[in-house]
Each structure stands twice: as C-alpha cells, then as structure tokens.
C-alpha cells in the first residue's frame, strides 16, 4: 500500500512537473531559423578599434578560452513571435527587412521597433520578446559568441512571462 501511494505521487509530480514547465516557459511560433557555427580556431580575438571618421564609435572585443561563433537567418511570419527568452552569450542582431517588435523584460510594456538596416545587442542576462506585429516577414542575421561547450538548442533559452501585464509571446 505505501509502495503504490509513492508510486501515485511520484507520477503526479512529474504531471504537474511537466504542466509547470509548460506554463512558465513562452512558446515560440511562426518562424523559421538556419544556423551556422563553429569554433574559433585561429587565434583569440583581442582587438581594439576606433573610427578615424570623426566619430566617437569604439570597439573592443577580447576573448578567453575555447569559444565558438554562431550566426543564424531567422525568418518570422506576420504574426510570429520568438517568445520571451535570453541567450547564453553576447548577441548582436540585424534586421534584414521588415519590421521587429521587441520588448524588455525590464520595461516590458514598452515596444521598440527596429526597422531594416537596424542593428542591437543583447547581453546574457537580458530576458526578451522578440515578434513580428507587421502583415510582411522580418528577416534577422543573429550573430552569438558562445562558450564551445553550449549545445546548438542552446542559442535561444526559453524564459517565463516576467511580470503580469507583459506582453504575451
């Protein structure tokens, strides 16, 4: 009898363990992704650079141990979102075309739009909403910098509503 009472609860934990998991995760839908990447087998990078256009842009990478560099095309449908998720590395997308609404957790009630030919970043830490609000595809370039050790599924880590009132994905 106690045996089966166990056997009961540990099947119902892992039910509504299933069911939490779900619920706390935002779906992603409507897109399509290809993805490139490998590890960075020349040489650390360790660069810096400033513009000589008589701008005050500044650029400065540095790199430690085995890292790998991915760039994916995303394709999101009218209507397509890639739910709220994080990256497990620096990320810097450009938008090809269309129009990205994108929200962060932080101020998640706050649309900026990126518009073709515009380029951001994310940080690791940086919980976001990226979707597609337009009646025309968005197409995006994003390019990671990982640890050579993160499994591919990895690029995109799927994350929870942040707050009530934050957009749904």
């Known amino acids: 009898m106690l045996r089966r009472t166990g056997l009961i609860l540990i099947a119902l934990a892992a039910v509504l363990g299933a069911l939490v998991g779900n619920a706390l995760g ?4 409507g897109f399509t992704v290809e993805t ?4 960075l087998v020349d040489r ?12 005050t842009a500044e650029v400065e990478v ?12 995303i394709k999101i449908d009218p209507g397509g979102t890639l739910g709220w998720h994080s ?17 962060h957790a932080e101020h998640c009630t706050e649309e900026i739009e990126y518009q073709s030919g515009e380029s951001f970043s ?3 830490h940086e919980i976001h909403l990226a979707r597609n609000e337009g009646t025309t595809d968005v197409v995006l370039y ?19 509503l942040p707050a009530p ?5």
């Open 122 to 124: 994310n940080l690791p």
């Open 142 to 160: 994003a390019s990671y910098f990982v640890r050579k050790t993160t499994p591919p599924v990895a690029l995109r880590i799927d994350q929870p």
């Open 165 to 169: 009132g934050c957009p749904a994905p």
């Open 62 to 73: 540095k790199t430690k141990g085995p890292i790998e560099i991915a760039y994916q095309r």
């Open 36 to 39: 490139a990447r490998g590890p």
């Open 44 to 55: 650390p990078l360790d660069f810096s650079m400033e513009f000589e256009n008589g701008d």
């Open 87 to 103: 990256h497990p590395g620096p990320t810097i997308v450009t938008v090809l075309s269309g129009t990205l609404s994108f929200y």
């Open 26 to 29: 935002t779906p992603a839908s």
